[in-house]
């Protein structure tokens, strides 16, 4: 590992530790071990995730997704064996496991599968996971013990009225306003810890009756792997299962994250390398009865927007939590549960994909339908199951549409370079004359198979290139993963100064982009052309009027 950006690394990674810090100890107090394990499993994760992964500047940790399966697995556990203490060996062993399964995952490089991951499955699949964070938070923050499932929460809620601890709801409100509004004060320092700061403090100063975290373990954890030779063989059947899901879902969210990191950076990934990472980091955080994480996005902007730009960052925010654990650990015992509540509700509504939400009706029916199935299948029944079925419907329903749509053995998915130089008999005139023009055709269906194709076109972008054509004229259909992905594109080219224009699109394009206000907000009216002859006479106006060279 080379040192070569020492002050950005350093600043990054105390930035996102200091980040991390809340969340670690929301998310353990979430799971039912306690904030300890938040706090273990931060630290560990972070740690061999950064210094084995294949994304230098991702921050690991325990996320909102692996934090909701892993309370599933300590509730069940707990139901079986009684106490935590009986249930520890189930617990240690399947946390174990998810990071066994990771590591296979990265040698069998099953990461690349990811991107066929179609945009209304992954939407449905987040929203569900923010929605049952939220909802998991609805007892904390009214001073109650939650109950350990969604039904049983829905269920109790007529009970809690008379039980409601209305100090407790002023504190998760106060945090939730500090979390929002703080920043529009200062953004250096995190609102998450200055609102757990005062929140704790005023919870101190006038001595409130609020349930509290309670004492820590001081200093460095202990080794709890010992604890799996008490499983019995019968009892395995409790294992394979939920390990299988935080290794699925950590995988997902991970390589999500790695995605994020490559378009800030404009790097590339290695997506099997960081398995093995993350499983490598997930069986250490079991060994200590850390709870299993995965790449965290909101830390690893974080850390790459505050400097970070190599593993070293990474190593720095675990060693940070570390020294917080061994040094300020005691003072994490006054901390109000109704408080930790707050920072996780507002953790649930980033999660929330509410761009996704709020196009619902303006996507197709089969789109819309796969999100709100997924969505439903992932609050009411089970993470994994919702994404295997939410796949399943996927992919009938673009079988059908390719079957209608694509004749003979036209290509789905080329997309290729931009060109330049094999000009098409009608683009003559249009591009080998000009300089800094350059055109991108698209030969068949934008869909959910491709779009990672298109979004690796941000960082093969022309350095020259002043005015890009996107040539639509075989493209018979875009699905919502195209339209976000093709949005984000885009987006990107105009950051950099780029024109972009539409030429010849299809019914059904148009009106996807239209609907959804992609024109005019993103590619204005007068950006999108019926045939090339019209964009040839624009492009020569344009080019006029900008001075950009002809080439003799």
Request: net charge positive; proline share 4%; charged share 15%.
């Amino acid at each position: 590992m080379k040192i070569k950006n020492l002050k950005g690394d350093i600043f990054g990674g105390l930035t996102a530790g200091i980040v991390a810090l809340p969340l670690a100890l929301a998310f353990g107090v979430q799971s039912g071990l306690g904030a300890s394990a938040g706090l273990y499993g931060a630290i560990m994760l972070g740690l061999f995730a950064s210094i084995f992964g294949g994304t230098n500047t991702q921050i690991s940790g325990p996320t909102g997704p692996m934090t909701v399966v892993s309370a599933t697995v300590v509730s069940v556990a707990i139901s079986k064996f009684g106490v935590i203490d009986n249930a520890w060996g189930i617990i240690i062993l399947t946390f174990l496991l998810s990071g066994v399964f990771q590591i296979i995952f990265g040698l069998l490089k099953i990461g690349k599968y990811i991107k066929y991951i179609p945009y209304p499955v992954l939407s449905g699949f987040m929203s569900g996971i923010g929605i049952i964070i939220i909802v998991f938070q609805i007892f904390p923050s009214l001073g109650l013990n939650s109950p350990k499932t969604i039904i049983d929460v829905f269920k109790e809620l007529p009970n809690i009225i008379n039980q409601s601890n209305y100090t407790a709801i002023i504190l998760t409100l106060s945090t939730i306003f500090i979390i929002y509004f703080f920043p529009k004060i200062s953004k250096i320092v995190p609102s998450t810890l200055v609102a757990l700061i005062t929140i704790t403090l005023i919870s101190i100063f006038f001595s409130l009756e609020i349930p509290l975290i309670g004492e820590m373990p001081a200093g460095l954890p202990s080794v709890k792997i010992a604890s799996i030779t008490n499983i019995k063989f019968a009892d395995l059947n409790l294992v394979l299962l939920p390990a299988l899901t935080l290794a699925g879902l950590g995988m997902i969210d991970t390589l999500l994250t790695s995605v994020v990191a490559d378009n800030i950076t404009r790097t590339k990934h290695n997506s099997n390398k960081e398995l093995i990472g993350q499983g490598i980091g997930n069986i250490a955080s079991s060994f200590f009865g850390g709870i299993p994480g995965a790449g965290a996005t909101m830390r690893t902007v974080v850390n790459v927007k505050s400097g970070g730009k190599t593993k070293l960052s990474g190593i720095i925010h675990a060693l940070l939590l570390m020294l917080i654990v061994l040094g300020l650990g005691k003072y994490v015992a006054y901390i109000p549960l109704s408080a930790l509540a707050g920072v996780l509700i507002t953790v649930g509504i980033s999660i929330i994909d509410t761009k996704g939400l709020k196009s619902i009706l303006k996507i197709s029916k089969s789109d819309a339908f796969i999100l709100v199935t997924v969505l439903i299948l992932t609050v009411f029944v089970d993470l994994l199951q919702a994404v295997g079925i939410g796949m399943v419907i996927a992919s009938i329903i673009f079988m059908r549409k390719a079957s209608d749509l694509v004749e003979g053995n036209s290509s789905l998915n080329k997309v290729e370079k931009y060109d330049r130089e094999m000009a098409w008999a009608d683009e003559e005139n249009l591009l080998l004359k000009r300089d800094h023009v350059y055109i991108k055709r698209f030969d068949g269906p934008i869909f959910f198979g491709i779009t990672s194709k298109i979004l690796d076109r941000i960082n093969k972008i022309p350095i020259d290139a002043k005015v890009i054509i996107f040539r639509m004229k075989k493209v018979p259909f875009i699905d919502q993963s195209g339209l976000f992905a093709l949005e984000e594109v885009i987006k990107e080219m105009q950051k950099n100064g780029i024109i972009v224009v539409l030429t010849m699109l299809q019914e059904q394009p148009l009106f996807l982009l239209k609907n959804n206000k992609f024109i005019p907000n993103i590619i204005p009216e007068e950006y999108l052309f019926k045939n090339i002859d019209d964009c040839s006479v624009w492009l020569k106006e344009y080019c006029e009027k900008t001075e950009i060279e002809t080439i003799v």
